[in-house]
C-alpha cells in the first residue's frame, strides 16, 4: 500500500525541516516530500493503490524513540505484554522502543535475549531494541558476558533501575563497554541515601510525614560515574535525570569533553512534588511557581493536581518527584542541550499493586500514550518550541545509540508520526491499550494527540477516521512560530 500524507506541519529536525507539504510513502519508505514550493506545481495524477492521508493542521514527524521501556514480558504478563506494550507505544507516536533488562530471566546471556528477540519479532507492532543487563541478574555483583551480549543484538548495557553499588566493577564494565564502543545507561540513587525514602526530601514529604529522598542521593552517584567516565573514556548515558545539581554536573563533564549523554522523562519536566499533596493545597497555590503556569491563560493543558487525593500512589516513582526548582532547572537543561532526550521510563503496574498504602507501592508510570500531550504542555506554556521538543524524541535518542535518526528524507523508512497540537482530550487510563492504567494523569485534561502512526510504511495506529477525508489546499499549521511566521 502507498500513501499521500497532505497538507501536513511537517517537522524534521534531522533533516533541519520545517514547513507544510506532503509526503509520499510506498514500499515502507518515504519516496518523496513536497513542500510549500512544491505544492502549488502540476504533479502526476495518483495510482489507484495510492490511499490520500489529510493531515490537514497536524504536525508530520518522524516516529519517536523511547530510551526507556519496561516490556515486562517474559515473567510478568499480569502487567504488560509485548503485544500490548507496542499497542501503547503505536498510541503515542513511538516507532521504537528500548527494552531495559528487567524481563524475567534478567536478559544477562545470549540465550534471554534471543528469546526476547523472537518474541518481538512475532508480537510487536513497532521496532524493539534490546538493552543488556550489565551484571548478572541485575544484582550489581558479577559482570555479565557484555561482549556475548553485544554480538547477540544489545545496543546498550544498563542494570535496569538500580545503582550499582560497587565503584570498581562500575569502573570494569565501562571499560569494557568502551571497547565495545556501546553505552552504559545508569541510574543513579545513592542505595545508603536512599534507604526507605519514597518521596523528595523537603516541605512536602515532612509535611505528609513521608521519609525523604535527598537530591544529593542522586548528585553523588551523577559525579561518580562521571568520573569514571571520564577515567576510562566510556560513554555514559545517565537515565532519568531529576535534580538542578545532576544538571550541573552534566553540563559541566560535556564542557571538559566527557562522554555523557542524559535523559529525562515527561514527569519530571511536568510534575512537581507537590502533586503528592493533591487536593490539601488549592491548585493556583501549587502551580503558580512554574513559569508561564498562570490561570488566566486557561490553557486545555493546565495540570490540576487537586484531582488526586494526597498520598495517591500513582503519585509515586523512582527518583521521586522533585520540587518546582529541580522542575525548572530539567526544562532548562532540555532546552539548552544539555539533556539529550526525552524518555518515557514506562513501567506499567497491576493496579493491585498499586492500590496500597504509599510506602509500599512500586514506583512507576505507564507513560507511553501521555507523553506527547504531557511535554507538548511546555510548549503550550511558552517554555520550549516544538521544533526542539520533537528533536528531543526522535534526533535525541538516536545520538545517544549512536545512530542515524528517524527523518522524513526520500529513501528514509517511513517510521511517522501525525499528531494534532491543539487536540484537546481527557486521559482515561481505563482506556489505555497498556495494560498498566497506573498515572497520576487520571482525569486530566491535555492537548495534543496522536492520530495516526506508520511503522516502516505500515499503519499501526489510527485514530478514528482520521485523514479518510483528503483535501486539496494547503492550511497553515496552528501553532504559532515555528515556520518562522508564516
Not at 513497532?126 to 558476558?145: F, H, K
Not at 503558580?288 to 500512589?313: E, K, Q, V
Request: glycine content about 8%; charged content about 20%; aromatic content about 4%.
Amino acid at each position: 500500500m502507498r500513501y499521500l500524507i497532505k497538507n501536513g506541519t511537517i517537522i524534521d529536525p534531522a533533516n533541519r525541516v520545517a514547513t507544510i507539504g506532503d509526503i509520499l510513502v510506498a514500499n515502507g519508505k518515504v519516496e518523496r516530500l513536497y513542500d510549500l514550493a512544491d505544492l502549488h506545481t502540476d504533479r502526476e495524477p495518483l495510482a489507484p493503490d495510492v490511499e490520500v492521508i489529510n493531515a490537514r493542521g497536524c504536525v508530520v514527524a518522524p516516529g519517536f524513540t523511547d530510551l526507556h521501556t519496561h516490556l515486562r514480558q517474559p515473567g510478568e504478563e499480569h502487567k504488560e505484554t509485548i503485544a500490548s506494550v507496542s499497542a501503547a507505544a503505536a498510541v503515542g507516536g513511538f516507532t521504537t522502543l528500548c527494552a531495559r533488562p528487567t524481563t524475567r530471566p534478567t536478559p544477562d546471556h545470549a540465550a534471554a535475549i534471543r528469546q526476547l528477540r523472537e518474541l518481538a519479532d512475532q508480537y510487536a507492532r513497532v521496532r524493539i531494541d534490546l538493552i543488556g543487563a550489565l551484571t548478572m541478574g541485575n544484582e550489581g555483583q558479577v559482570l555479565s558476558e557484555m561482549r556475548e551480549l553485544a554480538e547477540a543484538g544489545c545496543i546498550a548495557f544498563s542494570d535496569g533501575g538500580r545503582t550499582i553499588a560497587n565503584t570498581a566493577l562500575l569502573r570494569h564494565a565501562l571499560a569494557y563497554a568502551a571497547a565495545l564502543k556501546l553505552p552504559v545507561m545508569v541510574s543513579c540513587q545513592d542505595p545508603y541515601l536512599a534507604t526507605g525514602g519514597v518521596a523528595h526530601e523537603g516541605a512536602v514529604s515532612i509535611r505528609l510525614g513521608l521519609p525523604g529522598i535527598p537530591a544529593a542521593a542522586e548528585e553523588a552517584i551523577v559525579a561518580r560515574d562521571i568520573a569514571l567516565a571520564e577515567a576510562t573514556g566510556a560513554h555514559l548515558h545517565i537515565s532519568r535525570v531529576s535534580t538542578a545539581g545532576s544538571v550541573a554536573l552534566i553540563r559541566a563533564a560535556r564542557a571538559r569533553g566527557v562522554h555523557v549523554t542524559a535523559e529525562v522523562t515527561p514527569h519530571h519536566l511536568t510534575l512537581s512534588d507537590r502533586w503528592l499533596l493533591g487536593w490539601l493545597e488549592e491548585r493556583n497555590e501549587i502551580e503558580t511557581g512554574r513559569p508561564g503556569a498562570h490561570p488566566d491563560l486557561s490553557l486545555p493543558s493546565w495540570l490540576n493536581p487537586a484531582l488526586l487525593p494526597p498520598y495517591d500512589s500513582s503519585t509515586r516513582v523512582d527518583p521521586p518527584l522533585r520540587s518546582i526548582e529541580h522542575v525548572e532547572a530539567l526544562v532548562e537543561g532540555l532546552r539548552d542541550g544539555v539533556i539529550d532526550a526525552i524518555a518515557t521510563d514506562h513501567a506499567p503496574h497491576a493496579l493491585v499493586d498499586r492500590d496500597c498504602e504509599y510506602g509500599i507501592a512500586p514506583p512507576g508510570i505507564s507513560g507511553l500514550e501521555t507523553a506527547l500531550a504531557l511535554t507538548l504542555t511546555l510548549v503550550h506554556r511558552g517554555e520550549m518550541d516544538i521544533v526542539n521538543l520533537i528533536a528531543k524524541l526522535t534526533e535525541g535518542p538516536a545520538q545517544v545509540l549512536n545512530r542515524s535518526p528517524a527523518n522524513l528524507r526520500p529513501g528514509a523508512t517511513a517510521d511517522i508520526v501525525i499528531f494534532d497540537p491543539e487536540r484537546s482530550w481527557v486521559v482515561e487510563p481505563d482506556h489505555f491499550a497498556s495494560r498498566g492504567r497506573n498515572t497520576p494523569l487520571r482525569g486530566q485534561r491535555l492537548k495534543g494527540q496522536v492520530m495516526l502512526t506508520m511503522a516502516a510504511g505500515k499503519i499501526v495506529f489510527r485514530r478514528d477516521n482520521f485523514g479518510r477525508q483528503a483535501q486539496a489546499a494547503p492550511q497553515p499549521s496552528r501553532l504559532e512560530g515555528i515556520l518562522g511566521g508564516e
